[in-house]
């Protein structure tokens, strides 16, 4: 941390400073200025931060700068390599591209079988779909709850693919660990602490999406508050964040793609259709994103997409992802990289 203290502040005030951070463990540098006292304070080890707040309420400091170190389990340590996360025999994180595709929300045994079995071939290694949905409206669908996870889990099993399902609720994670592979938290409860934690505790795989309008380091603290609890298996999804644009539902960072693969060890994976809101813009969307390095997408399809009981607007038809499928294929391989197809988990 620097703290910067007024030109003029008193002899007491800057002694109080200098006191404080050593009480609290910093190795200090103390230098004039321009006619102020600056203090270059460096600590061993991660610290919560909240001493920045407090220095800078002080009298008589100007300003403090935070650059200490808050994340301890999910930043990339020298020479440690990129972390892959093993999902029963699909490794995510290895440099394959793992595609993760299904309905937004699970709605009939007929419905997440034809996809299911859709995706499998067209290759897709995950399921995703919707049991317990969070909604902006309490008048919208909220998913079929236990019922969904039971045909998740049924037509995964049946097309060699792994769940991934949302858990919204601290109370739930144990029934959706049963039948999920993966854990999704959403955009929603990227700061449930609670739900983060509890995750933490458990054994699952965690896809952790991006809040609505989270910086890169308020989602990175949010994967460390799972990793600190102990599960690492943890998957950093980007999904748009908001902007003062609305011509997408959100804006696609594919910049936090490289970044955050830079910053910690954790797999990346990119979901266009929620970042962009629009069909049309799924598939360029989903090349950008294996091109910039995602180690995987997530893709939401309907056999039926005019029908999807959510987001329909963003939904791809089964045809339209089998194609995705083969040019993300095209892509990957451009940049030396192939996809994690189901036909790699059938030979298993
Ligand atoms: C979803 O993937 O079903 C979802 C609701 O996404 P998000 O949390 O990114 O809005
Ligand atoms: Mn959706």
């Known amino acids: 941390m620097i703290v910067i203290m007024r030109s003029g502040a008193e002899h007491g005030q800057v002694e109080r400073i200098e006191r404080r951070l050593l009480e609290e463990g910093y190795e200090l540098r103390k230098v004039e200025v321009g006619g102020k006292t600056v203090f270059v304070a460096a600590i061993e080890g991660v610290t919560g931060g909240d001493l920045v707040g407090r220095i800078r309420s002080e009298e008589g400091v100007e300003d403090v700068i935070q650059n200490d170190i808050l994340f301890k389990e999910v930043v990339r340590q020298k020479d440690s390599g990129a972390t892959t996360i093993d999902i029963d025999g699909i490794r995510i994180g290895g440099g394959g591209v793992a595609i993760i595709a299904g309905p937004c929300t699970v709605e009939s045994y007929d419905q997440i079988m034809t996809i299911a079995a859709s995706v499998a071939a067209s290759g897709a290694a995950l399921l995703r779909g919707g049991a317990y949905k969070p909604s902006t409206s309490p008048y919208s669908f909220r998913g079929l709850g236990r019922q969904g996870l ?199």
């Open 150 to 348: 039971e045909l998740l889990r049924a037509a995964a099993d049946t097309n060699g693919l792994r769940v991934v399902t949302e858990v919204m609720d601290v109370r739930k994670v144990a029934e959706v660990s049963e039948f999920a592979d993966v854990l999704q938290i959403g955009s929603r409860n990227m700061q449930n602490y609670d739900l983060l934690r509890e995750v933490g505790r458990g054994d699952r795989p965690v896809l952790l999406k991006r809040g609505l309008s989270a910086r890169i380091k308020e989602w990175l603290l949010a994967a460390e508050h799972i990793a600190h609890e102990g599960n690492e298996r943890i998957i950093l999804c980007e999904r748009g964040i908001r902007s003062f644009d609305t011509s997408t539902r959100n804006v696609l960072d594919l910049a936090a793609v490289p970044l955050v693969k830079e910053q910690t060890h954790l797999p990346v994976v990119v979901d266009p259709s929620h970042a962009t809101g629009r069909r049309n813009l799924v598939l360029p969307m989903s090349l950008a994103a294996v091109a910039a390095g995602a180690d995987g997408l997530m893709i939401e399809t309907h056999s039926n997409p005019a029908e999807s009981i959510k987001d329909a607007q963003q939904t791809i038809s089964l045809n339209e992802f089998n194609d995705l499928c083969t040019k993300v294929k095209e892509v990957a391989q451009a940049v030396g990289r192939s996809i994690l197809t189901g036909a790699a988990v059938y030979g298993r």
